[in-house]
């Protein structure tokens, strides 16, 4: 995030640290009456946030000491990381009392991420109706639209008018939280259009409603994957949307805050993978850390070891003239850096769906062209750092070719790589980096090691 | 973004290829029918995408073929980077006839990307009050709310009941085309609370406005950063939000549409700026491009070049025992990913502003180990590697000693150099990575070959 010099305006929802203070204080005196008095005018995305940032000694005595007016959405904006850690500090009697306050697909998911017998407690504490909504929800395979839903839907009959869907609104009690949109289905209850609350307002009485339909209309398989949801929210700019079972029947309605919180972590986990770190938190213990973190550093020792084995080739060369090894690094980084950059951009570019077949061609030639101009420039700076160095032409030229030729490939492979891993199925986000990176260095390795050993001696 | 094995559900809402093709083929046989046949089935945002995907010649014979029906909805989705060169393509007829059909955020949004000249085109072409909407909206600075915002608002008296309300909006034409809450102003016309739309439906006509405002109510400053705004929108659920001049009067209103734009567009900053590239976009020309990445590469030769000097500081060992240059990448590569691992999941920390003072202590004891215990694994893994390929248990010994050295301080400096960046106000994303490297290379060599100068000989 960019941090701009403007002051005033600037993080401006960041969580007092004085605040955090005054609530940790109030906790380890264990004054119930100031800490409520301290949280109480906090969002409960705020009040997640702080239970995050504190240590887990921190979160049990605040919660024990929070007791019966824990808020319970509190735990729909945890980091999912620590809800059942969180679950767990919370009495069955708190509970059974508060559970029913939740939306359902709050509940849900909470509930994926508690431990079974935990589950079990959610689940009964919950009314008739809610309890059948939360378990038809997780009836679904997670990471589908059907987890992502609430079953909750205002619909009705496309026939209708203004003025009749107007009297049934306000007749009905229990109408959801929030919503958007009436859905219009036909008799079959298939969703075939939706009218925006907007629309309904500010139209007159006898007006059909299928007059007033908003003219983009999309329907959500049950089944569809989350991220792809997430992808339609965002691209058609949607506010809410329902979802629809295999037979084209109304199954829910999902609402772009959901939709919202999926395209967040999709972008993290991009983030996070780019850079060999799994689905990570600052929550999470140091021995699982560590342990998550080990594969990514193994395949990189691997890698190492490759080039190594490269070096390894030329050591008699590097045996006449030692600045070969002080200036082979170089060579290797400078391709390691340009193939990151070219990575980058073709793995986000993938995410966006912005990299297709129709330009696929363009943009491979648009990165070789990219590598050989950097390429050529920094063979002229290198070149001439290298002759004045140590005073060799030849080795200036060696240092040159070789810079031209590694960042060359290294923009090649950044996006012939992560193409090339999407078509197998894997993904480019996280295993791109390893492969373009032993690219580089095998590369960088052998064109400066190999051109030395030809040109030098 | 990951790919599934899951298949049917996967990537639903790519651009199908055939079509792309279809429409490139009308485009090249100049068949104005079959075109407009082709592409008037898709959204505007996946017209604009396909535009992006296009080359340059391509897009202008498109658009020209296109012609009189060409929709503006699909300026307002593009690219900035091509705003300017498809708007030329356009008639000054052109854009005086539809530029009105736009709402005045989307035409803010795409005239910020124009040359003056066609500016003032597209201003021109505006009745007197959206005219008025857009240069209003126009002097604010640059990625501030106001640019962001509608000034078309809802807003109704704060003593009004729901019957008075749901007939002043029945009334009144021309409504907003999105809105989703009734806007409640104090005789000063300053936002007390908005109502939902839902609510207001819902509820019976004597019933209070004021009885039924939403919960949690937050106006946003008409200056505030649009990161800012974004940040809001997702950590509070918001639909939409009030917008307010200094003196806390009604300036306009944000929805959730304008601020999901501003979040995407952080977080792919985010990504880019890591790899050490700007805001790049694939449809950017090859020496634009060339010259936008040249200063991180720049950097990193200059970093590199400190790295060799620090080999260079060692030339009598390595020509005592070559073996050394075969193995010094190894502690440096290792570092410099491990050194990556955590600064990666720093930066993103204090994006999400899930890194602040409170857990700062913490999370740097928590990388610190982290990079101990991965240091002493991988310690005992190089440690045999050095061994058994080279024979000498000394060698094993100061190799092990260089990992973990190097591993300890790359976690150490890839959580200390973003927060210390931030804290000076520098962008922790786009300059971390340089100075993380930095470190990790220039201790890792320096472990490694000045351990071997004090172990060896």
Redesign the interface.
């Known amino acids: 995030?960019?941090?701009?010099?403007?002051g005033?305006?600037?993080?401006?929802?960041?969580?007092d640290?004085e605040l955090?203070?005054a609530i940790?204080d109030a906790t380890a005196e264990r004054n119930h009456g100031r800490l409520i008095n301290r949280i109480k005018g906090l969002?409960a995305?705020?009040i997640a946030?702080?239970l995050?940032?504190?240590?887990a000694v921190q979160r049990a005595d605040l919660i024990e000491l929070w007791g019966r007016d824990f808020d319970f959405d509190v735990l729909a904006e945890l980091d999912d990381k620590i809800v059942d850690e969180v679950a767990a500090l919370l009495t069955p009697r708190q509970i059974s009392e508060s559970v029913g306050e939740l939306e359902p697909d709050d509940i849900v998911d909470i509930v994926e991420d508690l431990d079974e017998k935990r589950q079990d407690l959610f689940l009964d504490a919950l009314q008739g109706h809610d309890q059948a909504a939360v378990q038809l929800s997780l009836a679904y395979p997670e990471n589908?639209a059907g987890r992502l839903m609430q079953t909750h839907v205002v619909f009705v009959p496309d026939n209708w008018q203004v003025g009749e869907a107007?009297d049934a609104?306000?007749s009905?009690s229990g109408?959801?939280e929030?919503?958007?949109h009436v859905i219009l289905t036909n008799p079959k209850i298939v969703p075939v259009g939706q009218v925006?609350?907007?629309r309904?307002?500010?139209?007159?009485r006898e007006v059909f409603l299928s007059d007033i339909v908003e003219g983009?209309f999309r329907a959500i398989?049950v089944?569809?994957?989350q991220?792809?949801v997430a992808?339609?929210?965002?691209?058609?700019?949607l506010?809410s949307a329902p979802v629809v079972h295999e037979d084209g029947r109304l199954a829910g309605v999902i609402t772009?805050?959901d939709a919202?919180t999926v395209?967040?972590d999709?972008?993290?986990?991009?983030?996070?993978r780019?850079?060999?770190?799994g689905n990570?938190?600052?929550t999470d213990r140091?021995?699982g850390?560590?342990v998550q973190?080990?594969p990514?550093?193994?395949i990189?020792?691997a890698?190492?070891?490759l080039?190594?084995m490269v070096?390894?080739l030329f050591?008699e060369t590097?045996?006449e003239a030692?600045?070969l090894?002080?200036?082979?690094?170089?060579v290797?980084?400078?391709g390691g850096?340009?193939g990151?950059?070219s990575?980058?951009?073709a793995v986000?570019?993938?995410?966006?769906?912005?990299?297709?077949?129709?330009?696929f061609f363009?943009?491979v030639c648009?990165e070789a062209?990219?590598g050989l101009?950097?390429g050529v420039?920094?063979a002229v700076?290198?070149g001439a750092?290298g002759y004045l160095w140590f005073g060799s032409q030849l080795l200036g030229l060696v240092l040159a070719l070789a810079m031209i030729v590694n960042m060359f490939i290294a923009n090649l492979s950044g996006i012939l790589i992560p193409v090339g891993l999407?078509r197998a199925?894997?993904?480019?986000?996280i295993a791109s980096s390893v492969f373009v990176t032993t690219v580089t260095?095998v590369v960088g390795?052998f064109a400066f090691l190999g051109g030395a050993s030809l040109l030098l001696f």
């Not at 995030?1 to 403007?6: C, K």
């Not at 999709?266 to 996070?272: G, N, R, S, T, V």
């Not at 199925?425 to 986000?429: E, V």
């Open positions: 995030m960019n941090i701009d010099h403007s005033a305006t600037d993080n401006s929802y960041n969580l640290s955090i203070e940790l969002h995305a705020d946030d702080l995050e940032q504190i240590s589908t107007v609104l306000r009905r109408l959801p929030d919503f958007y925006s609350l907007g309904l307002m500010a139209s007159r983009d398989p089944l569809q994957q991220k792809e992808y339609a929210f965002n691209q058609y700019h506010i772009i805050d919202m395209l967040d999709e972008a993290e986990e991009d983030i996070l780019l850079a060999g770190v990570e938190s600052l140091v021995i850390t560590t973190r080990f990514w550093l193994i990189n020792l890698t190492a070891i080039a190594s070096i390894a050591t590097i045996q030692v600045a090894a002080v200036l082979m690094p170089i290797a980084s400078m850096n340009a990151t950059q990575l980058t951009v986000r570019a993938l995410a966006t769906r912005d990299l297709t077949a129709a330009n363009r943009v648009r062209l990219i101009w950097n420039a920094f700076i290198i750092v999407q199925r894997i993904d480019p986000a260095d390795f």
